[in-house]
C-alpha cells in the first residue's frame, strides 16, 4: 500500500497560483500512476489530471488545461498540481490518488482505477 498526503492549499485571489503537493509513503512510488481530482460541496468529484508511473505520459481536463500542469518526482516521492490563473470556480477539495495497476505509460481520469486516497486539501479562490 501507499499512503498519500496533500498540502499546499489555501486561500488565493482570483489570477494567482498555488502549487499542491502530495507526499508518497514507501519505496514504491514509481510504481503507481498518479492522478488528482477535485470536489466542490454538493458535486461530482471531477477529475484534473493524472500521470504515469514513469512521468513520460499526463492527461489534464479539457477545461483545465493550460492552466493546471501535473508533474511527479519519484525520487521524492511526491506529485504536484501546479494550479494557475486561478478562478472562483476553482474552489474545491482536492485530491491526490495512486492507481497500483497502472502501466508505465497509463493515464486514467476515471475515480474508480485508483487504489488509494489522500485525505485532500481546501482550495479557496473569492471572487
Known amino acids: 500500500q501507499v499512503q498519500l498526503v496533500e498540502s499546499g492549499g489555501g486561500s488565493v485571489q482570483a489570477g494567482g497560483s498555488l502549487r499542491l503537493s502530495c507526499a508518497a509513503s514507501?519505496?514504491?512510488?514509481?510504481?503507481?500512476?498518479m492522478g488528482w481530482f477535485r470536489q466542490a460541496p454538493g458535486k461530482e468529484r471531477e477529475f484534473v489530471a493524472a500521470?504515469?508511473?514513469?512521468?513520460?505520459?499526463?492527461s489534464t481536463a479539457n477545461s483545465l488545461k493550460g492552466r493546471f500542469t501535473i508533474s511527479r518526482d519519484n525520487a521524492k516521492n511526491a506529485a504536484y498540481m501546479q494550479m494557475n490563473s486561478l478562478k472562483p470556480e476553482d474552489k474545491a477539495g482536492y485530491y491526490c490518488?495512486?492507481?497500483?495497476?497502472?502501466?508505465?505509460?497509463?493515464?486514467?481520469?476515471?475515480?474508480?482505477?485508483?487504489?488509494?486516497w489522500g485525505q485532500g486539501t481546501q482550495v479557496t479562490v473569492p471572487s
Open positions: 514507501g519505496r514504491t512510488f514509481s510504481s503507481y500512476g
Open positions: 490518488a495512486a492507481a497500483a495497476t497502472a502501466g508505465v505509460f497509463w493515464v486514467a481520469v476515471r475515480a474508480a482505477e485508483y487504489n488509494y
Open positions: 500521470i504515469s508511473r514513469s512521468g513520460g505520459s499526463t
